[in-house]
């Protein structure tokens, strides 16, 4: 939630959560949000939602720049009788830095304006909104204490974040740290979104830029204790290994060495329309970035100085603290007096150096800001997943020899003759899969893998159907997975019974080879053995399939292999030709288990029935 000073947000987030986000003894008695407040709106099998209700008033606006890093969808909240204010402005050139590009626009307190001038409040914000994120967003109108259209917002919340697509939980994992706390009994306590990749409890972190190893104890998701948290959800993490006054809002909990370090970073800034104060060379500026608040200096190298300005100016931070920061990043900047945000951009290169003034440094940062061929084709091939060359020449922007020279390189494969992917795209879907399979393997031990159909289906939102047919066919030419009839498993999986049933069945199936040739109903066996109705079904299909049991019909079953020796002795006994009266004769055995044991016979292909008669095969 964005917006103005008391336009609603807080509101609005209680009307959709039953959750007051206002929780800070200081915020109730001012009725202004200072931290961030966060509250789960939704979950289902498919998506988990929290709001996060971004404080509205200027001075705490470093707290609304860590709130929006990492958000997925943003409610611009404007108040119909105040309309858009210069802190809705200031929201809205922070969100259009920061690259958010889904927005929802919710017009609050209709209560106070007169319905027929409804209307033209709505044509004045939208007129105010045009040229910026918010351009061509949905819009709906609320009124938090009646709660009239919170429903219709809440579903369009939702729908706008399912049509989205899901975030890439691959890679190293980093958290930029907003708030730390300790638990009684707990200890140290960590929050903020996941930027990218994942963490598991009793996994090894380090809390950069001090370098210092800790221990994810326990993780919580939505306020609900978990196993892992992805990119993208809000985390809680209770870490082993440090003390709440040794950290700090602004520190980067990582899972990798990978991620650099660095005071000086080259960057791609736009300004805001409307500079209060000129931007000179070497001015002092605070850099927002996740979660970290570092002063600094802004160098350019083709000007010296800055007022107005459209389009991205090359330059360069250099900063007072280290930051952990990668490229492609998004930040802020601010002035830190006056106080005022000069602009934001991306993170062209984390480790800037020192560069000479003049247009020799501002083509190499150019290039630099491209990127190299290579560096452009990975870019668009992880946008996309695969694509046809024809595609990738329109996308990259390269002539087709340069291009072919490019997929040349190990780190682009070409699949079904004519589509291109990234080998970590394959990579990153196969262990998609095998985590899949093997969650499957330890719930279902006795199954003999998941369908086929299932695995494409579940991943078909984020990968086309001709990838993952191939990564699947790919894994098991390279022996990783294995397939039977339409069932993937893992090659190292042989299916077996649960250990808790194990011995249970080993004495039901010792009865039922006792008792012969004459058993009784094969329920009655699982009764005796104390097997639950639940399990009956798997552990009837296993034993079958590991040939342990032959069933005659619905009701009985013979052991594995007192049926084989029945069947062999019955063939060394008989003709190539025999009659019911002749099978009788030699097994001992009544009609009522001698049809069910021919019929199978028949369907097993041993036998074929002709007439009255039955021929071995």
């Known amino acids: 939630m964005a917006g103005h000073i008391d336009h609603g947000k807080t509101s609005l987030t209680k009307a959709l959560t039953n959750v007051d986000t206002d929780r800070l003894k200081e915020e109730k008695e001012r009725q202004i949000s200072i931290e961030l407040g966060f509250a789960p709106l939704y979950e289902d099998e498919e998506i988990q ?11 705490f606006i470093r707290q609304m720049i860590a709130g929006v890093a990492g958000i997925d969808l943003v409610v611009l909240v404007v108040a119909a009788d105040e309309g858009v204010m210069p802190q809705t402005r200031e929201h809205l050139d922070i969100l259009g830095f920061l690259g958010i590009k889904h927005g929802i626009i ?22 105010e909104l045009k040229g910026t994120v918010f351009e061509d967003a949905p819009f709906t109108l609320v009124d938090s204490l009646s709660k009239k259209g919170i429903e219709e917002i809440k579903t369009l919340i939702i729908q706008s974040l399912k049509d989205q697509e899901m975030r890439d939980a691959k890679g190293a994992f980093r958290l930029p740290i907003d708030q730390v706390f300790t638990v009684k009994g707990q200890g140290t306590v960590v929050r903020g979104t996941v930027y990218e990749g994942a963490v598991e409890e009793g996994q090894a972190l380090k809390i950069m830029p001090k370098g210092t190893e800790v221990r994810a ?14 990119a993208g959800q809000r985390a809680a993490i209770n870490l082993a290994g440090v003390s709440k006054e040794d950290l700090d809002r602004g520190d980067v909990l990582v899972s990798s060495e990978h991620f650099i370090v660095t005071k000086t970073v080259d960057v791609a800034i736009r ?123 329109k996308r990259s922007a390269l002539d087709e020899e340069i291009l072919g020279n490019v997929l040349n390189d190990e780190a682009f494969v070409l699949y079904n003759g004519k589509e291109y992917t990234l080998r970590t795209i394959i990579h990153s879907i196969e262990e998609d899969i095998f985590d899949r399979l093997q969650e499957f393997h330890l719930a279902h031990s006795m199954k003999i893998g998941l369908n086929k ?34 069932f993937i ?29 004459k058993v009784r ?70 009609r009522k288990y001698m049809i069910p044991f021919l019929e199978r016979l028949d369907l097993k292909g041993l036998t074929k029935r002709v007439e009255n008669k039955r021929v071995w095969q």
């Open 489 to 517: 498993s893992l090659s190292s999986f042989t299916p077996h019974l649960p250990k808790s049933w194990q011995k249970r069945t080993e004495n039901m199936l010792a009865e039922l080879k006792k008792d012969g040739l």
């Open 271 to 393: 300004v805001v329309e409307d500079l209060d104060y000129m931007v000179k060379q070497r001015m002092p500026i605070k850099l927002h970035l996740g979660t970290a608040e570092v002063m600094g200096r802004i160098v350019f190298f083709d000007r010296n100085e800055l007022k107005e300005e459209n389009g991205e100016i090359l330059c360069q931070l250099r900063l007072e603290e280290e930051i952990l920061t990668k490229r492609g990043d998004r930040f802020i900047i601010r002035r830190p007096s006056p106080q005022e945000t000069v602009g934001g951009g991306w993170v062209i290169d984390p480790r800037g150096n020192k560069y000479r003034f003049g247009n020799q440094t501002i083509e190499d940062l150019e290039k630099k800001k491209v990127g190299s061929p290579k560096e452009r084709v990975t870019s668009v091939l992880f946008e996309a997943k695969s694509l046809p060359i024809n595609e990738l020449i």
């Open 49 to 59: 939602i929290s709001v996060i209700d971004v404080p509205g008033h200027e001075r």
């Open 106 to 127: 919710a017009i609050t307190k209709m209560d106070r304006v007169e319905e027929e001038f409804i209307e033209l409040v709505k044509d004045d914000i939208l007129e």
């Open 217 to 230: 104890r326990q993780i919580q998701v939505h306020h609900k204790p978990a196993q892992k948290a992805y």
């Open 453 to 486: 159909a299932e695995i494409l289906q579940s991943m078909q939102k984020r990968f086309s159907k001709s990838l993952l047919e191939y990564v699947v066919e790919n894994g098991i030419s390279t022996g990783i997975f294995t397939k039977k009839e339409q």
């Open 521 to 590: 109903y094969f329920n009655d066996y699982l009764s005796e053995a104390g097997i639950p109705d639940g399990l009956v079904g798997d552990i009837k299909r296993f034993l079958e399939e590991e040939e342990l049991i032959v069933p005659l019909d619905d009701q009985f079953v013979y052991f594995g292999e007192v049926f084989k020796k029945a069947v062999e002795e019955l063939r060394s006994k008989t003709g190539a030709v025999f009659e019911v009266g002749d099978a009788k004769e030699v097994l001992d055995l009544s």
